[in-house]
Structures are given as C-alpha cells and as structure tokens.
T-cell receptor, first 114, second 115 residues
Framework: GNSVTQMEGPVTLSEEAFLTINCTYTATGYPSLFWYVQYPGEGLQLLLKATKADDKGSNKGFEATYRKETTSFHLEKGSVQVSDSAVYFCALKDSGAGSYQLTFGKGTKLSVIP | GAVVSQHPSWVICKSGTSVKIECRSLDFQATTMFWYRQFPKQSLMLMATSNEGSKATYEQGVEKDKFLINHASLTLSTLTVTSAHPEDSSFYIC???????????FGPGTRLTVL
C-alpha cells in the first residue's frame, strides 16, 4: 500500500534560517504529491502540490520538487519567518481517475523563534 | 482558491446528546467529501469517505451507527455524532475533493468537547 514518511519533529529554527523538511513516499504508479500546513487550532491549508516527476510546486516562498528517482518531495524555504510556525504534512494521492483519498505523513512541527 | 467551511467551529455538549457538524464547499462542487478526526499532536485519521447521493464508506474501526454521515448535495456533507461520550471529544476536520484541480481542500475544523 501507499505510505509517506516525514522527518520527525519538532524542528526549531531561528528567523531567516533555511528550512528543509524531508518527505519520502512509497506508491505504485505516479501519485500526486502535496504539502499541507496546519496552523494552531485550524484545519489544513494546501501549501503546494506537484502532479508528475520533476514538477516543482511553490507558494509563499516554499518549494518542493517531485523526485521520482528518489521517491522524495522535500519541502524547502530559504528564509523562514515566525509566522511560518505550524505543522507541515506531506501527502500523496493515487493517480487513478476519481481517486481523491490522501495518504498523510505524521506531520512535522516547525517553530521559528525571533 | 477553493474554500471549504465548517460549522460550528466549536461545540460543547452533554454526554448522551447528538451533535451535527456541517461541511460546505463554497465555490466548487464536490462529489466526494472526507471526514477526519485528529487527536492532539497527531496526524489526521480518516473516518469516512462521503459520496454525494450514496452511502458513506467508513474506515475500519469507525462505528457507522455512531458517526452518521449524509452527503445530500454537491456542496454539503454533515457528520452527526450520536449519543456522544467524553471519548468522542476531538478535533473533526472535513475536506472536499475538487475534481477540476484533483485536490482535496480542508475545512477549518470543529472542536467537539463532550462533558
């Protein structure tokens, strides 16, 4: 079956530091890959996505590249801000038509300190 | 972007009562919606998949008679927690699948506290 493995948190960084959150996956075929962000007390927000190999998703300074050869979708940001403090979830979706179910990683909590 | 709303955002109820949570896709039609439960500091647990006009598909271990799901229209799904007990206290999140973008969009969640 499908699975997603994220680096264990929590991750604590100083403001303006470089961020990497590793995500690897196991799936058959060509899944779509997503990063969602959850701020305290809120639901999940789509941060970015990629639907095929070598695609790069980007949003709000975050980016991730779909690497099929390493089955990875690592999240990066060049300079984090305090407002980026949240839990980040990596997820995948099967490529089948009409298949919307997501497989989530366990989430990585990021804390950015001033 | 696509917006999904949930109502109420929080609810407190007495043990033995029922609580209904609504999930709406505001600017797109969703033939498929999902209901999740999230425990503190944990990832999301999929409870059920709701398809418009048909019965929901429940994940293993989720009591379908306790967690009633109705998806009567392309923009509305409801979750009713029947005869709630303190162990049902949790954060419930819905999502809606947008077939055009092939993406799930999530609601803001509902905090349920059963006394």
């Amino acid at each position: 079956g499908n699975s997603v493995t994220q680096m264990e948190g929590p991750v604590t960084l100083s403001e303006e530091a470089f961020l990497t959150i590793n995500c690897t996956y196991t799936a058959t075929g060509y899944p779509s890959l997503f990063w969602y962000v959850q701020y305290p007390g809120e639901g999940l927000q789509l941060l970015l996505k990629a639907t095929k190999a070598d695609d790069k998703g980007s949003n709000k300074g975050f980016e991730a590249t779909y690497r099929k050869e390493t089955t990875s979708f690592h999240l990066e940001k060049g300079s984090v801000q305090v407002s980026d403090s949240a839990v980040y979830f990596c997820a995948l979706k099967d490529s089948g038509a009409g298949s919307y179910q997501l497989t989530f990683g366990k989430g990585t909590k990021l804390s950015v300190i001033p | 972007g696509a917006v999904v709303s949930q109502h109420p955002s929080w609810v407190i109820c007495k043990s033995g009562t029922s609580v209904k949570i609504e999930c709406r896709s505001l600017d797109f039609q969703a033939t498929t919606m999902f209901w999740y439960r999230q425990f503190p500091k944990q990832s999301l647990m999929l409870m059920a998949t709701s398809n418009e006009g048909s019965k929901a598909t429940y994940e293993q271990g989720v009591e379908k008679d306790k967690f009633l799901i109705n998806h009567a229209s392309l923009t509305l799904s409801t979750l009713t927690v029947t005869s709630a007990h303190p162990e049902d206290s949790s954060f419930y999140i819905c999502s809606a699948a947008d077939g055009y973008t092939d993406t799930q969009y999530f609601g803001p969640g509902t905090r349920l506290t059963v006394l």
